[in-house]
């Protein structure tokens, strides 16, 4: 993984683990990574998506994301949004609903 503070960015194209994504994406830089696995459920709209086997494809976006400032802070500002979806408030929320829904149908 590359992550440049400079330029707001960081690359991952082939990581096999979300958290580093998520990690990144909740420090306020767009990420790069991989369109395959589960990346692209936990990323997808939220972080540039590319084929990790495709070189071309990961030197175009790591050239867009490093060049387009625009397009750069889209990212940046999607992801921290996507970011709150993994914190440990929204994961506690969850339970309690998944405990509640439980608690709350009627015995077999």
């Known amino acids: 993984m590359v992550t440049t503070k400079r330029s707001g960015s960081a690359t991952w194209p082939r990581n096999s683990c ?3 994504s998520s990690v990144c994406v909740a420090c306020g830089v767009a990420v790069l990574t991989s369109s395959t696995s589960a990346l692209q459920e936990i990323a997808g709209g939220y972080a ?32 921290l949004k996507r970011a709150g979806d993994f914190s440990w408030d929204h994961a506690a929320q969850q339970t309690l609903e998944v405990y509640a829904s439980a608690l709350a149908r009627p015995e077999r």
């Open 18 to 20: 979300a958290t580093e």
């Open 48 to 79: 540039y998506l590319c084929d990790p086997m495709d070189v071309d494809a990961i030197a175009r976006g790591v050239a867009e994301l490093a060049t387009d400032p625009a397009r750069r802070a889209e990212f940046a500002s999607l992801g």
